[in-house]
C-alpha cells in the first residue's frame, strides 16, 4: 500500500471535521416587543484569517439570504475570527421567526436556528363619538394592532367607572394582530364637559395605555362648561381692573390741570397809571406822597392856590399784542 493510500483516510477525516464544523446561535432578547433593537449572535471555531470569513444570515421560510439591501433596518457584522452578529432595528411584528446563519471559509457550517418572538402593544388609541338625532352620545375606543391576544379594555365616565352599556369585540387584521373596538352607549342625552376616558392593559405595556373625549355640544349654554367659582374669580378681576383704570385717569386729569399760581402778561403799553379825580380818595393819596413843590416867597398874592387841572386822560387804541 502506497503512501499517499495510507493518508487518504485521514485527510477524508480532517476535512469532513472541517465542513462539519459546529455553528452556534444565541440571541440576546426572545421576546421583543415591536420598536425595540435585537441582535442575533453566531458562533464557529476560530479562523486563522478573519479576511477568509464569510457569514449569510436567512430566515425560515425565505429562499434566499438576508440583505441590508432589502432592508436598512438589518446590520451584518463580522465581529472577530469566531463570531458574527445580525442585527435589526425598529422591530416589526413581520420580523418574528426562526433565523440561521451558515459559515463559509477555513470552516463550513450552519448554525442550529434560534426563534424570535416579536409582541406588539395595542397604543395608540383613538376615541370616535357619535351622535344620534336624540342627543344620545356612542363613544367607539378602537386600538391599533397587538399581540398576543391577551388585553383587558375599562371605561370612566367623570373618573367614576362605567361598567353597563359598554361592548368589546376583536378580529384579526391581514398582518395577524389583533384589533379590538369596545363600544359606549349612554342612554340620556350628552352633556357638554363630560369626560370619557378609554383605559387597556396589555401584557407589553408596564402601565396601562388610555385616551380620553370631553363631550363638547355646539350651542350649548356656556355655564354648563366651567365651575361657579370661576365666574366669581372673573368678577373680581373685572372689578380690581375697573379700579385701576380709574385711578390712573384721575392721575393724569390732575397732572393735565393749569396751575391757579400762574402769572399773567401785562402789556407795558397799556400799564400806564391813569390820574385819579381829585375829589377822589385815592388823589389825596396820591398828592400826599408826591413831593410839593417850592413856594417862591416873593411871588406874593399871584400864586394861584387853585389845585391845578388834572390832565384828561386820552384813551388809547388797544394794542393787539396786549391781552
Request: positive net charge; charged residues 20%; glycine residues 6%.
Amino acid at each position: 500500500m502506497s503512501r499517499g493510500t495510507e493518508l487518504l483516510p485521514i485527510l477524508i477525516l480532517v476535512l469532513s471535521c472541517t465542513v462539519t464544523a459546529e455553528v452556534k446561535q444565541f440571541l440576546s432578547l426572545s421576546n421583543a416587543t415591536a420598536g425595540e433593537t435585537v441582535t442575533f449572535h453566531c458562533s464557529f471555531p476560530l479562523f486563522r484569517d478573519i479576511k477568509q470569513i464569510v457569514v449569510h444570515w436567512w430566515k425560515a421560510g425565505d429562499r434566499t439570504f438576508l440583505s441590508p439591501k432589502q432592508d436598512s433596518r438589518r446590520v451584518f457584522q463580522i465581529e472577530s475570527k469566531a463570531s458574527a452578529i445580525l442585527r435589526i432595528n425598529n422591530l416589526r411584528f413581520g420580523d418574528a421567526g426562526v433565523y440561521y446563519c451558515r459559515v463559509q471559509g477555513e470552516y463550513t457550517g450552519n448554525g442550529t436556528g434560534i426563534r424570535l418572538n416579536v409582541n406588539a402593544s395595542p397604543h395608540p388609541l383613538k376615541i370616535i363619538p357619535k351622535f344620534s338625532a336624540n342627543g344620545t352620545l356612542t363613544c367607539i375606543c378602537k386600538t391599533s394592532g397587538f399581540y398576543p391576544d391577551d388585553y383587558m379594555i375599562a371605561w370612566r365616565k367623570d373618573d367614576q367607572n362605567v361598567e353597563r352599556g359598554t361592548k368589546t369585540s376583536v378580529e384579526k387584521n391581514a398582518e395577524g394582530l389583533f384589533e379590538a373596538t369596545s363600544y359606549l352607549v349612554e342612554t340620556q342625552p350628552a352633556h357638554s364637559g363630560t369626560v370619557y376616558v378609554c383605559e387597556v392593559s396589555h401584557s407589553t405595556l408596564k402601565n396601562p395605555t388610555w385616551v380620553n373625549y370631553t363631550v363638547s355640544i355646539p350651542g350649548s349654554s356656556f355655564s354648563n362648561s366651567f365651575p361657579w367659582w370661576i365666574y366669581i374669580c372673573i368678577a373680581i378681576f373685572s372689578l380690581l381692573l375697573i379700579i385701576i383704570v380709574l385711578v390712573i385717569c384721575c392721575k393724569c386729569c390732575k397732572r393735565k390741570a393749569p396751575k391757579d399760581n400762574m402769572r399773567t402778561r401785562q402789556c407795558v403799553r397799556c400799564s400806564e397809571p391813569i390820574p385819579m379825580n381829585p375829589k377822589g380818595k385815592e388823589q389825596g393819596l396820591r398828592k400826599s406822597n408826591t413831593p410839593m413843590p417850592a413856594v417862591n416867597p416873593s411871588a406874593g398874592s399871584n400864586i394861584n392856590e387853585t389845585a391845578p387841572k388834572s390832565k384828561k386822560h386820552r384813551k388809547k387804541e388797544r394794542d393787539p399784542k396786549c391781552p
